[in-house]
Structures are given as C-alpha cells and as structure tokens.
C-alpha cells in the first residue's frame, strides 16, 4: 500500500546539496533504456562521468588484474607518492549492482592524496550474477594477492586498511569480520572508513522517513538491491550480509562512521556506532547536515562531500600516526 508519510527532504536538504539538485533538473538524464541490470549500469556509468571528471593527478596509477577462485578481478592501485605508509582497500557503492572503478575514481583519488596511502580500489562482481558472499570472498582473494606480492608491487601491506561508501561500507565491514573470524591475515588492519553504509537493518524510523526517487532509495528500491544480492530465498539474517548478528564487540579495528542527514540508511550508521561505542570498539561517528545519500560522489561542487573524504583520510592517518 502506498503511503504520503515520508518527509519531503528536499525542502530541508543545505544549499550545496540543492545545487547537485538543480544540476539533474538542468540536464537531460541519462535514464536507462530499460529495466535490465545493463541498462541500469550503463546509465549509471554515464551519469558519473560528469562528477569524476577533473580528478586530481597522481604519482602513479595502474590497473592490476587478480586471479580468485571464481573470476579475475581488475583492481586499480593508486599511489600518490612512491612510497607510502599503509594500503588501504576501497569496495565502491551502488546497491551491489551498479558501479566500478571509474565511477568511483574520484573519490579513490581523494582519498590516496588526502590519507598519503596507495588506495586499492576492487572491481568486485556485481549482482545478481554474482550471489553474496562472492564479493566478501574477492576482497579477501585481493588483500591476500596484495599480501603475498607486496614487495613485487612496493607495497606496505605491513599496515592496511577498508573503506567503502553505502553497499561498499557493508562489504568492506563484512570483509573485516570475514578475515578475522576465519583467522586470515593479510596485515594489520589499522582502520576501517565506512561512508553511509548499510548494516542489515530491515526497517528504522530513518527508513520510514526518508528515500524516494531522488535518491534511488524507496523501500522498494531497497528490497530489489537485496534480492538481486542474497537472491530470492537468501536470508537477511546471514552474519556479514546483517552485521549486527556478527559478534560486535570484539578485536574490531578503529572505525569512522559517517552518514547523511537525509538518508534512509541514517539508522545503519548511528545501530552500528552505537553499538560499537557500548562495547568500547574504536569509533568516530560523523553526521554531514543536510545532505542525501551518495553525496560522496558531488565534490566537484560540494565541499562537504570533499571534506568529508578529507575527515575520513584524517581518520585514517591519526590510527597510522597517532
């Protein structure tokens, strides 16, 4: 049944978020040319060109293919100097079936320039042609690539790190959780950066208020993204697809928690935070006022969305440097 309830957030969102606003009403949408995953991804690749483009150059960035069990995974390896003090693996958003490294470049790019570190970005296999846990277990298969050849590639995988944003923020949690429950050491995980993840909440007061077209994020939007993921008859209960009935509370790795004041995930982020701080887990929890879910990808017009990836790079270097 379709209700009126939910808030009208774009009454309330700040005037930077209005600006990306305003910018999709200027322009003619990339709209997909039907309902198939490729269309949709396709759409989406296009739209995020825009948004990646005048990137900040590097020291050097290469395209790595790795081998795992079910499929080669391309990788893109960015090094803002030549030498750094600590890899950090990035899994991208898109609700587990939209996105690659090019739609996220800009913020991987960010992200190696802000932290100093040579981020990984994981072209991990998209769903539903790729069922959970395939994408966890191809991140794992990476670090351990990137583990064992890190003299080959002069990389520090003495120290690491995950980040992610939305689907990528539960992925790269759950991939933790994966290595340290299955006792696989790929090196010291010194911090975990998590931009408005989702962690297996199935209903909140945020999901009840907010989400809507503009967003990609009604609730039906949301049960497509986890069917396509679990499948039909997967379950929402699994430990690293619903976090939280993963073991919490203990050898967790400092975490920065961010999310958007506008997002149905809100509840994720602030469950998750809440959580870990009871539990004494490392934690800084940072809301962004006034802005939508994905607000991570409009830096080139919004200096929340650049100094957000700033804060998370900030995180990261702090846990490395004290």
């Given at each position: 049944m379709k209700t009126t309830n939910k808030i009208n957030v774009l009454d309330l969102i700040s005037p930077e978020m209005q600006k990306v606003i305003q910018y999709y009403e200027q322009q003619t949408s990339v709209e997909p040319t039907d309902e198939s995953y490729a269309a949709q991804r396709l759409a989406y690749n296009e739209d995020r060109r825009y948004w990646n483009a005048n990137a900040p150059e590097l020291f050097r960035v290469e395209d790595m293919t790795?081998?795992?069990?079910?499929?080669?995974?391309?990788?893109?390896?960015?090094?803002?100097?030549?030498?750094?003090?600590?890899?950090?693996?990035?899994?991208?958003?898109?609700?587990?079936?939209?996105?690659?490294?090019?739609?996220?470049?800009?913020?991987?790019?960010?992200l190696a320039l802000y932290s100093g570190c040579t981020v990984i970005g994981v072209d991990y296999s998209l769903s539903p042609e790729a069922r959970y846990p395939q994408a966890i277990e191809e991140a794992v298969a990476v670090c351990q690539f990137y583990s064992q050849h890190a003299e080959k590639y002069s990389l520090n995988m003495h120290r690491i790190g995950f980040a992610g944003d939305s689907a990528g923020?539960?992925?790269?949690?759950?991939?933790?959780?994966?290595?340290?429950?299955?006792?696989?050491?790929?090196?010291?995980?010194?911090?975990?950066?998590?931009?408005?993840?989702?962690?297996?909440?199935?209903?909140?007061?945020?999901?009840?208020?907010?989400?809507?077209?503009?967003?990609?994020?009604?609730?039906?939007?949301?049960?497509?993204?986890?069917?396509?993921?679990?499948?039909?008859?997967?379950?929402?209960?699994?430990?690293y697809y619903c976090l939280f009935n993963n073991d919490l509370t203990r050898d967790i790795p400092p975490c920065f928690i961010a999310?958007?004041?506008?997002?149905?995930?809100?509840?994720?982020?602030?469950?998750?935070?809440?959580?870990?701080?009871?539990?004494?887990?490392?934690?800084?929890?940072?809301?962004?006022?006034?802005?939508?879910?994905?607000?991570?990808?409009?830096?080139?017009?919004?200096?929340?969305?650049?100094?957000?990836?700033?804060?998370?790079?900030?995180?990261?270097?702090?846990?490395?440097?004290?």
């Open positions: 790795v081998k795992t069990a079910k499929c080669d995974v391309v990788t893109r390896v960015y090094h803002p100097i030549e030498h750094t003090p600590a890899t950090l693996f990035y899994l991208h958003g898109g609700g587990f079936i939209l996105g690659n490294l090019d739609t996220h470049d800009r913020i991987m790019r960010l923020a539960m992925l790269s949690l759950a991939t933790v959780l994966w290595l340290r429950d299955k006792q696989i050491y790929c090196g010291d995980v010194c911090a975990v950066l998590l931009w408005y993840g989702l962690y297996g909440l199935q209903d909140s007061s945020s999901r009840r208020l907010y989400g809507g077209e503009w967003d990609g994020l009604r609730r039906e939007d949301l049960q497509e993204y986890d069917n396509a993921y679990l499948g039909e008859q997967g379950s929402r209960e699994e430990p999310s958007a004041e506008y997002d149905p995930l809100l509840d994720d982020s602030v469950t998750l935070f809440q959580t870990f701080q009871s539990h004494k887990i490392p934690c800084e929890y940072r809301m962004y006022p006034g802005t939508l879910h994905a607000f991570l990808h409009y830096s080139r017009i919004m200096p929340t969305a650049d100094n957000a990836i700033r804060d998370g790079a900030e995180y990261l270097k702090k846990q490395l440097f004290g």
